[in-house]
């Protein structure tokens, strides 16, 4: 735009050189030059006689008439050579007007182009400038939502570290509260067992453990089968495992003086005696038994 701004001001200049030299030379050509009328002057002449015995010529004096305005001469044709000086002028001066007629729209041309190329180098800076305003804006939204992301990441990963150290509290607490519930109901098993104990130790010292032990031995001997084998002062100590409610699940013989008869008859004593009998005393059962077995007590 700035160089079609430097061109507009000598064109305008030529521009108007040219006009008005064309308005001198139409002026001249429309306006010639007439030729002024011929004033007749005032003539003194002398009559002159060829007779010689004349007398001598009086002078006459012959007064001008007034002037009249005579009617506008007729101009004559221009001879050849100026009628071709003419057209020759005539034809020069419209080859000089055509010339200057296409001067001038070569001018018109290039000032047509050159504002055609202004326009078009405006509208290639407004092309760019707006292809850079949206690169600008795109490149900002771009910024903004990776700020806007990041933004969003960072409220995620703070509220996942909290998250999590709310999830190692709760665990923490979790974790001592089910150490103090283990701890309670440590303390309570134990007391469970000391009292347990502690009624057990006194059921055996009032006797009812040997009564127990005796009513069971009682029951086994009962259902014994003494084999010929079996010789006096038969002693079997046996390992009994029984179910609650008495019953035997297992018998094992681990040490005895008589023979393999006498063994399996003991182990028969025994399954025949399930189930066993009941303590007095809940506190006093032994799932897990070791019986004395004397047949001749």
């Known amino acids: 735009m700035s160089n079609t701004r ?4 000598p064109f305008t200049l030529a521009t108007l050189l040219h006009v008005a030299l064309v308005a001198v030379l139409a002026a001249g050509f429309a306006f010639p030059v007439q030729n002024k009328p011929i004033t007749p002057l005032a003539v ?20 001008e008439p007034e002037s009249e305005p005579e009617p506008e001469p007729i101009p004559e044709p221009p001879p050849d050579d100026e009628q071709a000086r003419i057209q020759a002028e005539e034809e020069k001066r419209r080859e000089d007007a055509r010339i ?25 800076i407004a092309a760019e400038e707006a292809k ?3 690169e600008e804006e795109a490149r900002q939204k771009r910024e903004e939502e990776a700020r806007r992301k990041r933004e969003e990441e960072e409220r995620l990963e703070e509220a996942r570290r909290q998250a999590e150290i ?21 303390n309570e098993a134990r007391q469970r067992e000391i009292d347990a104990e502690a009624r057990r130790l006194d059921v055996i010292a009032s006797g009812a453990l040997q009564a127990y032990v005796f009513a069971i031995n009682q029951k086994i001997t009962r259902n014994w089968i003494k084999p010929a ?11 009994v495992r029984q179910l609650p409610g008495g019953e035997v699940v297992s018998v094992n013989v ?33 799932q897990n038994l070791t019986i004395i077995f004397k047949p001749e007590q």
């Not at 430097?6 to 001001?9: A, N, S, V």
């Not at 005895?256 to 006093?284: F, H, T, W």
């Open 166 to 186: 709310e999830r190692e509290r709760e665990i923490q607490r979790q974790r001592e509260e089910n150490e103090r519930r283990r701890r309670e109901l440590e």
């Open 100 to 124: 200057e007629q296409e001067r001038l729209s070569r001018i018109e041309e290039a000032k047509r182009e050159a504002e055609r190329k202004a326009e078009e180098e405006r509208q290639r």
């Open 44 to 63: 003194k002449a002398t009559l002159v006689l060829d007779d010689a015995s004349a007398p001598p010529p009086v002078p006459v004096e012959v007064e």
């Open 254 to 286: 681990r040490r005895c003086n008589g023979d393999a008869a006498v063994v399996r008859s003991v182990e028969a004593a025994v399954r025949k005696a399930s189930p066993l009998p009941d303590p007095p005393d809940p506190s006093i059962f032994e």
């Open 229 to 239: 084998s079996a010789g006096p002062g038969l002693e079997c100590t046996v390992q």
């Open 6 to 9: 430097q061109y507009i001001l």
């Open 132 to 134: 850079k305003k949206a």
